[in-house]
């Protein structure tokens, strides 16, 4: 049927143009985050729990984390002790505060590690694939059969309870399951039609993996990771309250409530208060992890 | 008893989310009679969709009608509740299908169980015997060996994913079939093949069809009249004669006709309608279609068009302000 | 499907040899001296000396592992203990039933809260009781086992004395450590159901099931949360370890005699065959439980139930 009327033809062009005034696309996940308050708040608390325990010998004199004072033992909270003293008359706020220090360290550090050794073994699965892929994985698998937290306790067992091993513990048990995720993140931009549209517009492979890989597989990584931290430390918290990790006198968390456990009954405030905190913390990476996921894909959400 | 099914008067429905209203479907009305066929042409995001999900009263938490009558069988389906509607209207009365086969369907039970539900939650006192012996029928009537219903939607194509469907809508031979777009996901072969077997099961059953589609092959092969939406208003409506034969148009339903490939002229380029239909969040005033019509006037700027009605034929334009007879 | 589940375990088995190898490679790198430990440090050198060669001790590192497999593999022999100095695995045997019991009452726990909580929590989105549950959930999943198990202890059995607080005697004292156990975990499960749902509600099939009839409560519990319950499977197999790792933290804390405390035990006294084995066993039941997940799939979804029989063909 011919038209009487003439038609105005459109072109691909225009609407291409008309498309891509979009922002780039980490600051549209930036604004998405910003949306979320309770990711907000999270954020807020975390930074200032890093800057308190960087800036912890302005705050609080060093000397109240190990110094005894016997008089004063086993007080409830107080003006001059915020959180009580424990058996030995230590300032519980002041071991918490230190001990912010210990826990944030010994957590960072292990995602820093476990996901940048986890990532390299991880790419290189997926990328060189066959044999190599093969020898990985079912190294990895084996890793993976036995519980992490178990084989943290393991590593710590052989090398002594000090923060290095248990960092080297925690991290042994968090690669293998960096390494599966990063593997399978890489394994499923490279096939899909991400990759074929870009090799398909004419784009080299260094610009694929730099523009269509990294950016795509990175965002479950970023989350996985910052849901780590939490679970992390409190792992070591774990460990250090078994018996098993960080001792006291280190002001690590679980080794102060570990002290904290004989006055449950009478004195409850010692574990109360430092556990609050534990709680607080572990509560707000994960809110940040999860406001991240969320962010990287909307869909997601409700 | 009147051959009248179904008349929708002045229907509205608005979608309202927090951060703001549309206007989904404007004040439109249709009728349909007994086993007759209405096609419901348009773009996609006219507003089809929620005209069906209106009628059956399936629409999203969001979405609210704001008309007060939709008749069916002489009664008011906005005045029942939602329990009336769930037993006595939604398959059993007015079935639905809807325009993916390929997730139609739900994967872990099998096709005769699905068909069985259909079947189990609309009658009082059928046994189970009777239940698997009219699956049986259903599924020959369709097409498909009954010794299949012991399978899975997976190991169906999409063409018997949507015979099936059908014969889920039709397991208890409502007297309306609301189709939306039941044919788009299909290949053309398989399509025509569907399109043939619902044509065909309609005559059988007597079944009134709405036929949601913006291909008008399909509104030529099926349909007895037509109704074509734009931003959620009707535009044109009449019987298939009326807007294959007759040379009077609204400059959107022309636009439609010229956009399909014509086999026997040579043409560079298809011609599509240039521009995009109005956000339906922000109408503009005046008709909606003013934009992309080659023939705006000045009063479409300003006056949304009266419907002119020529017979069985109405088309909701000011170009056929002296046509009126 | 029966042959896929024996080659499954049949691929068990060099997974667990690997564990084996992994456990003793680890506790080899441990500092000291076994018949020091086991002998004590003022025992005459020649007793040493002499104990070292009776348990094979100067012998290379792969010639004592694949002693130490072979006498599992066909003894049951795990070694001695160097706390106890029984054979470790008189002193593991009783130890089973309780973290058996444990684990088990912890899942099923885990289990009936966080499904049907997620699923309320799904169909009632938004609402108070919604965001009331998932606010616990959130806040719960940030709880370290040691941390909830004290708490427990200082409400139900210090203020309100209503549970024993330690000893395995009575039914009635799993009850703190299953909650322990299975309450984290149960979270993870009310929010991994409940996202499920969320986003199988919105799908085709149940807009079908709607508009054939179907009454809502039957679209929710028979459509949705069939289709549902596949991510929610995935997730109890991802955080199975966790429980594991958070059953040997109850047991612990509340003196439950099972092989969780028996590792803490002989990690603090660097009784390393004990905890070669004890660590070897919680690793046999993991991947048995893992197995089971993965067939549990193909119990839910008849597509992988195909694939499994398919990848036999």
């Known amino acids: 049927m011919k038209t009487s009327l003439p038609w105005k033809k459109t072109t691909i062009e225009d609407t291409v143009a008309k498309e ?41 004199d060093e000397k109240l984390v190990t110094e005894q004072n016997v008089a004063e033992r086993i007080q409830g909270p107080s003006i001059k002790h915020w959180f009580g003293t424990d058996l030995y008359g230590r300032d519980i706020f002041a ?70 091993s248990v960092i080297a513990a925690l991290s042994v048990a968090v690669i293998p399951n960096r390494t599966r995720l990063v593997r399978s993140a890489v394994l499923g931009i490279v096939d899909t039609q991400y990759v074929e549209a870009a090799r398909a517009i004419g784009m080299k492979n260094f610009g694929i993996i730099f523009n269509e890989i990294i950016p795509n597989s990175l965002g479950p990584i970023i989350v996985v990771s910052t849901q780590g931290i939490a679970s992390i430390m409190l ?30 009954r009478i004195a409850p405030y010692m574990l109360l208060l430092p556990g609050f905190v534990i709680v607080l913390t572990a509560l707000a990476f994960n809110l940040v992890g999860d406001g991240l996921r969320d962010a990287l894909d909307p869909r997601l959400k409700d | ?177 609301i189709a939306d777009e039941p044919t788009t996901a299909l290949d053309v072969t398989i399509q025509a093949q569907v399109l043939a077997m619902m044509g065909e099961l309609r005559d059988r059953l007597g079944t009134a069809m709405i036929m949601i589609t913006h291909d008008l092959g399909v509104v030529a092969q099926i349909c007895d009249k037509v109704a074509v ?97 | 499907m029966i042959r896929y589940v024996a080659r499954r375990l049949l691929l068990l088995i060099p997974i667990l040899f690997g564990v084996a190898f992994l456990i003793f490679f680890i506790m ?50 795990f070694g001695v203990s160097w706390r106890t100095k029984n054979p470790v695995f008189q002193d593991i045997l009783p130890r089973i039933p309780v ?29 108070i009781g919604d965001n009331a549950l998932r606010v616990v959930a959130t806040v719960l999943v940030a709880v370290p086992t040691f941390l909830l198990a004290m708490l427990l202890i200082l409400i139900f059995s210090s203020k309100l004395g209503w549970l024993p607080a330690s000893g395995a005697a009575t039914l009635e ?27 199988e509600i919105r799908q085709d099939y149940v807009r079908t099931a709607r508009a054939k009839g179907v009454p809502d409560n039957v679209v929710t519990f028979k459509h949705a949360l069939q289709n549902a319950l596949l991510p929610v499977v995935t997730t109890i197999g991802q955080n199975f370890g966790a429980i594991l790792g958070g059953s040997v933290v109850a047991e612990s804390v509340f003196s439950l005699p099972g092989i969780g405390s028996l590792v803490i035990l002989g990690i603090r006294s660097k009784d390393t065959p004990t905890v070669i084995a004890s660590v070897l066993l919680i690793s046999i039941f993991f991947a048995i439980i893992m197995l089971i997940v993965d067939l549990l799939y193909a119990f839910i979804d008849p597509r992988i139930k195909a694939k499994y029989a398919k990848a036999n063909a």
């Open chain 3, 28 to 77: 080899e790198l441990s500092p000291g001296d076994p018949a020091t430990k086991i002998l004590g440090i003022e025992a005459p050198p020649e007793a040493k000396e002499q104990l070292r060669e009776q348990l094979g001790l100067n012998d290379p590192f792969f010639v004592r592992f694949f002693n130490y497999t072979k006498n599992i593999a066909f003894h049951l022999d």
């Open chain 3, 99 to 127: 973290s058996l019991t444990l684990a088990s009452l912890g899942i099923l726990f885990a289990t009936l809260f966080g499904i049907p909580l997620g699923v309320i929590s799904a169909v009632k989105q938004n609402t």
């Open chain 3, 173 to 199: 004292s799993y009850i703190l450590p299953v909650i322990t156990c299975g309450g984290p975990y149960g979270c993870a499960i009310l929010r991994i159901t409940r996202s499920t749902m969320l986003e």
């Open chain 1, 20 to 60: 891509s005034q979009g922002i780039s696309r980490s600051k549209e996940i930036w604004m998405r985050l910003m949306r979320d308050k309770s990711s907000m708040i999270s954020l807020g608390f975390i930074v200032i729990l890093i800057l308190v325990a960087i800036f912890a010998n302005f705050l609080i």
């Open chain 1, 95 to 164: 071991r918490v505060i230190y001990g912010s220090r210990v826990s944030l360290s010994i957590g960072i550090l292990t995602v820093i590690i476990s996901t940048t050794i986890g990532g390299l073994l991880g790419s290189i699965a997926a990328y060189y694939g066959g044999v190599t892929d093969s020898i990985i994985m079912r190294i990895t698998d084996v890793f993976l059969a036995i519980p992490e937290q178990l084989l943290a306790m393991t590593v710590v067992a052989a090398m002594g309870a000090t923060p290095l």
């Open chain 2, 1 to 177: 008893m009147s051959d009248e099914l179904l008349n929708v008067e002045n229907l509205e429905v608005i979608y309202k989310t927090t951060q703001e209203t549309v206007q989904a479907v404007n004040k439109i009305s249709f009728t349909l009679k007994r086993g007759e066929t209405l096609g419901l042409v348009g773009e996609t995001g006219a507003g089809k969709t929620t005209t069906a999900l209106a009628i059956m009263q399936l629409l999203s938490k969001t979405g609210k009608i704001l008309s007060t009558n939709i008749s069916f069988n002489g009664r008011n389906l906005l005045e029942l509740s939602d329990e009336e509607m769930r037993l006595q209207i939604r398959g059993e009365s007015i079935a639905m299908i809807f325009q993916d086969p390929m997730t139609a369907l739900n994967p872990v039970m099998t096709v005769g169980d699905q068909i069985a539900e259909a079947i189990r939650y609309h009658s009082t006192d059928i046994n189970e015997e009777e239940i698997q012996k009219r699956v049986d029928e259903v599924l020959e009537m369709v097409g498909i060996q009954a010794s299949r219903k012991f399978e899975y939607p997976h190991q169906f194509s999409g063409g018997m994913k949507q015979r099936v469907v059908i014969a889920i809508a039709l397991s208890c031979e409502p007297d309306l079939l």
């Open chain 2, 229 to 325: 939406m734009y931003a959620g208003e009707l535009i044109e409506q009449g019987t298939l004669e009326d807007l294959y034969v007759s040379k009077d148009h609204h400059p959107y339903t022309i636009g439609l006709f010229g956009a399909l490939p014509n086999l026997k002229e040579e043409t560079d380029r298809l011609a599509p309608i240039s521009g995009l239909m109005p956000d339906p969040s922000k109408l503009p005033k005046g008709c909606n279609f003013q934009e992309r019509c080659p023939h705006s006037m000045d009063i479409c700027k300003e006056k949304d068009p009266d419907v002119f009605i020529n017979n069985t034929h109405m088309i909701k334009c000011f170009l056929f302000a002296h046509k009126e007879s």
């Open chain 1, 235 to 264: 792992t070591a918290s774990s460990l250090s309250y078994l018996g098993v990790g960080i001792q006291p006198p280190t002001p690590e968390w679980g080794a102060i409530i570990f002290e904290a456990r004989e006055f449950l």
